[in-house]
């Protein structure tokens, strides 16, 4: 069981940074280190249950006295294997004890040992780095995160939604190893809403030049006068070299095509040691292509920094070229032209992932939205991630950027900033929001007070775009409306709009949320017992809010407002109104966690895009209600719509617009239809039938190909069919998925808000601690044997020939160490097993006094546990040769020598298993980062096996 110097560390990969080889133009490295980290949980507030972290004296006064997981010696082979983005909350069970913004996962305060995650990741950084500015950026970990580099305390970052960096340049071992740690804390929440747990972002590993640009040190923004654009460019440089330096900047501007349109040189200016200096700049643009909705074009701006000549760092920005305008009348202008804001707010979670989405899913959502006619969409209540943003500027949607709180206390200004600083040369950005409905202060004269400050803050920062603030109520003489560039209304129901308007005639205002209406994908009949609730649009919440027809409509008939955005998009996890436990989603949503749409998002389909639709509601199975009357109501963009059931007339009607019609029609089984029609000619038309049994599984994919790099996501949709291939809608069967070749499952659901099946089966570890250690030493190993054959004898029981492992024993050729552990309570299925660290040669392992021997696991001694053959109490013993030094290093906490053994009780992997839910549920496939086909199987209950292949390259 001798540990190798490096290849122990199986599954951390290394990284090479690129010093002093790199080509001239290529000198910045940017390189993002998502795989081979090492995870476990530890504990809310046991130390010992938290691997001892926090125990050292010292810890925090004493340089590179990290402790526990935080030490660089301590051993993560027993820990899980994960790849980021990783969430750990998705990957619990549900508990009635969970609280709602925790998505009744079992999380938080009453579950301690679920609330603490640490990671581990070790990194290779060769001496040919040194005089290197080495880095890490963590794009988000939600929340409380905490890192160390070999031991060395390097940040704390409170926010959960921040993305954020770290210095590792001078407590580097360059040409040795290095651990990073990262303890993540979310035991409390930052908002109602399901939030994750862990590093559900990317991280990065950078290299740069003493001499460069700073993080996120770039500002472009562009003027378009006719057939001609100038770019305006700041760009800050820093010197992180011990004396001043000269430098030059270059900016090369490459259209959509890659093509060089502009340049322009910097002349030389000077910035001091540890210090930055910004730089203006200015390039114009002959017929710019400009970003927009339909043709979301954008352009790269590179920036070289020289010294004495020599390129030492070069800085890509991608940025588009276009003008926005907030009119106080007319509402918002994108390139000169009126555009309504068809927007949605968005939590961050999806079904099955949590909030660790791979950027394919970012991709896939937006898609989602557009196919609605989505064209905004809003952060709430936070900054959106960066890889949000870069597909929303690829796709053409536009952003409202939101603050988490408001304020201007150190901390909070400084995430204000982050925010800005990072996000600002995003094309898809058109407002800035500070805050969401901050209830203390929405009617006082701080909030206008703060309200104005964090506006002039951003401003300063980023003059090109305006910013509001989303309110609940408005009206009073002061407030945060009041001090609003733009003021921001939630729910027309709580403001008197038009009174503001007349208020406030210069002020632009945009609905920041709109709607809050109850709705479960494919009920239409209210279930409180399995919390559903009809989908049939309504006022749910009281006077205070609307229908989605009667906001849209509100909105749509006042040219003032720049648009809406409704609440939400997507159903996500936790705050569950009106029900609380059992349910654990939200029911707010034009679509369910999975992203099926709901009726109310079809309304919004037919009011906000102009290609034919029609959609008809409620499905048609309704047997045993022959002859009674159902509400039957229809969706459509079209001038009217004609009704026929079993081929039979039931009227045809004009549609008012932003309306719906609605017939009362006795069930008879069969099929109704809806025809819509525009100058008299039929344009679209839908159905709906009563189905015949469940007969078939059918998987249907997003897309037939993946990139085979190991991220890439296929979303695949499941449905149950009868003989003729129509989906039964009151269909729930168990699927049960199994996935060979170039893909993996990551995640599945349904959009049912009651359902308690797991999201994401993973295997689950706790770490049980061994207590009592005690060591002495022996002259030979026929002597540790044979105390331990008689735990009853003085010498066993005798205190002062025993002490602590991590104080200097007596003198002894070879050593007994001894600890004890309780029998592990586990469940059917868990399986425990002990861990033991190579100590030297010869090395000897009992187990309640009777010798054992270790199989070899990722060069750890393992030995499996039978609970039932443990007693209460158990002790284990190691016997081995004294080494060059002693054994005093081997125990000592900081350096985790207790855990040279590891107590792991391992719950396995559940079944990737779900029903369907209204005879539709999903599930999502990533690429393993090989190449060739995947291949899906499903397996329904008395159903065959269905099949779907897709290719990776």
């Known amino acids: ?75 993560d082979r027993p820990w899980r294997r994960v790849d980021l983005p990783h969430d750990w909350a998705v990957e619990l069970p549900f508990s009635e004890r969970g609280s709602s913004p925790h998505g009744s996962k079992a999380i938080g305060r009453a ?79 930052e ?59 270059e900016h090369e501007l490459r259209d959509p095509d890659g093509r060089v349109v502009a340049t322009t040189r910097v002349p030389a200016r000077q910035v001091a040691a540890d210090a930055s200096a910004t730089t203006g700049a200015t390039l114009r643009v002959a017929a710019p292509r400009l970003w927009s909705l339909e043709t979301p074009q ?26 926005i305008r907030f009119d106080a ?140 603030l989303a309110a609940s109520s408005s009206g009073q003489a002061e407030g945060t409306s009041v001090g609003s560039q733009v003021i921001g209304f939630n729910y027309k129901g709580q403001h008197d709009i038009d009174a503001m308007h007349r208020r406030f005639p210069q002020r632009p205002m945009v609905v920041t949320e709109e709607g809050l209406t109850y709705a479960t994908r494919g009920i239409y009949a209210d279930d409180p017992a399995r919390v559903h609730l009809a989908a049939y649009d309504k006022r749910s919440g009281g006077a205070s809010t609307s229908t989605i027809e009667e906001a849209w409509r509100f909105n749509a008939e006042r040219p003032f407002l720049a648009g ?23 029911q707010f949503g034009m679509m369910d966690t999975t992203g099926a749409l709901k009726d109310s998002g079809y309304y919004l389909k037919a009011a906000w895009t102009t ?109 149950v069919v009868d003989r003729e291939g129509r989906v039964v809608p009151t269909a729930g069967q168990r699927i049960d998925f199994e996935v060979e070749g170039s893909a993996r499952l990551i995640g599945m659901g349904n959009g049912d808000p009651g359902s308690h099946e797991a999201d994401k089966p993973t295997e689950r570890h706790r770490f049980v601690p061994l207590t009592a250690w005690r060591h002495r030493g022996v002259a030979r190993p026929e002597d540790a044997v044979a105390l331990l054959a008689d735990t009853g004898t003085d010498a066993w029981r005798d205190p002062f020939a025993w002490v602590p492992p991590d104080q200097q024993p007596a003198d002894g050729a070879w050593n007994l160490v001894r600890a004890s552990f309780p029998r592990p309570s586990s469940a059917s299925g868990e399986r425990p097993m002990l861990f033991i660290g190579d100590l030297g040669a010869g090395q000897q392992v009992y187990l309640n006094g009777q010798a054992v021997t270790p199989r070899l696991e990722q060069g750890l001694g393992v030995v499996d546990l039978d609970p039932d053959r443990l007693g209460d109490r158990n002790t284990l ?35 990737w298993q779900r029903r369907v839910f209204n005879g539709q549920a999903q599930v999502l496939l990533q690429s393993t980062g090989a190449s060739g086909p995947a291949t899906l199987r499903a397996r329904g209950e008395g159903l065959p096996t269905a099949a779907l292949t897709i290719d990776a390259f």
């Open 1 to 75: 069981m001798r540990r190798p110097l490096l290849t122990s560390w199986l599954l951390a990969l290394t990284i090479f940074v690129l010093a002093g080889s790199a080509a001239a133009d290529d000198v910045r490295q940017r390189v993002r280190i998502d795989d081979g980290w090492r995870f476990a949980l530890g504990h809310a507030w046991d130390p010992a249950q938290d691997f001892d972290h926090g125990l050292r004296p010292f810890f925090f006064a004493k340089a590179g006295f990290g402790d526990g997981p935080a030490a660089a010696e301590f051993d």
């Open 111 to 189: 579950f301690p040992e679920n609330s603490i995650g640490w990671y581990r990741r070790e990194l290779s950084i060769p001496a040919a780095a040194r005089g290197k500015r080495i880095a890490l950026e963590f794009d988000g970990v939600f929340r409380d995160s905490v890192v160390w580099i070999n031991g060395h305390y390097l940040r704390r970052e409170a926010s959960g939604y921040s993305s954020f960096r770290v210095d590792l340049t001078d407590y580097l071992n360059y040409g040795g190893r290095n651990v990073v740690a990262v303890r993540v804390d979310a035991t409390t929440q």
């Open 611 to 719: 290609e034919p639709m029609v959609h008809l509601l409620p499905h048609w199975n309704w047997s045993g209600r022959e002859g009674q009357p159902v509400d039957v109501r229809v969706y459509a963009n079209t001038e009217e719509v004609e009704l026929l059931l079993n081929g039979r007339s039931l009227g045809r009607k004009a549609l008012q617009r932003y309306g719906h019609l609605q017939w009362t029609v006795p069930y008879e089984p069969g099929a109704l239809v809806a025809r819509g029609y525009r100058r008299g000619e039929w344009v679209a038309s839908d159905t709906v039938a009563t189905t015949g049994d469940s007969a078939a599984v059918r998987l249907t994919v997003d897309r037939a190909r993946i990139r085979a790099d190991g991220s890439d996501v296929a979303v695949v949709t499941v449905n």
């Open 298 to 323: 954008r352009y790269i701006l590179t920036t070289r920094v020289r010294r004495d000549g020599r390129v030492v760092d070069r800085y890509d920005t991608p940025f588009g070229i276009r003008s």
């Open 329 to 468: 009348n007319q509402g918002f202008f994108l390139n000169g032209q009126p555009v309504k804001l068809h927007g949605t707010n968005n939590h961050q979670d999806h079904a099955g992932v949590g909030i660790a989405l791979p950027d394919a899913l970012h991709d896939a959502r937006l898609r989602m939205l557009k196919a609605m006619g989505v064209n905004a969409i809003r952060s709430a209540h936070h900054p959106a991630t960066p890889e949000l943003l870069d597909a929303c500027d690829r796709l053409g949607i536009l952003v409202i950027d939101e603050h988490r709180m408001m304020g201007t206390a150190p901390q909070i200004r400084d995430e204000l900033e982050r925010m800005v600083r990072r996000d600002r040369n995003h094309p898809s950005i058109i407002l800035w929001s500070v805050g969401n409905e901050e209830w203390a202060i929405e009617n006082t004269e701080i909030g206008t007070r703060l309200a104005r400050e964090m506006q002039a803050i951003v401003a300063r920062m980023d003059p090109t775009r305006p910013a509001t």
């Open 564 to 586: 809406m955005f409704v609440w939400t998009g997507f159903d996500y996890r936790g705050e569950t109104t009106p029900f609380g436990w059992p349910a654990i989603s939200s």
């Open 191 to 249: 908002g109602w809403w399901y939030e994750g747990a862990g590093i559900y972002r990317h991280v990065w590993l950078t290299q740069t030049d003493p001499l460069h640009v700073e993080h996120w040190g770039t500002f472009v923004r562009s003027t378009v006068a006719g057939r001609q654009a100038e770019v305006a460019v700041d760009t800050t440089v820093r010197n992180d070299g011990k004396t001043a330096a000269a430098f030059t900047l």
């Open 877 to 911: 013993a190691i016997v081995f040769p004294t080494p060059a030094g002693g054994t005093r290093a081997l125990f000592d906490t900081a350096q985790g020598g207790k855990r040279w053994v590891t107590l792991r009780v391992t719950t396995p992997a559940g079944p």
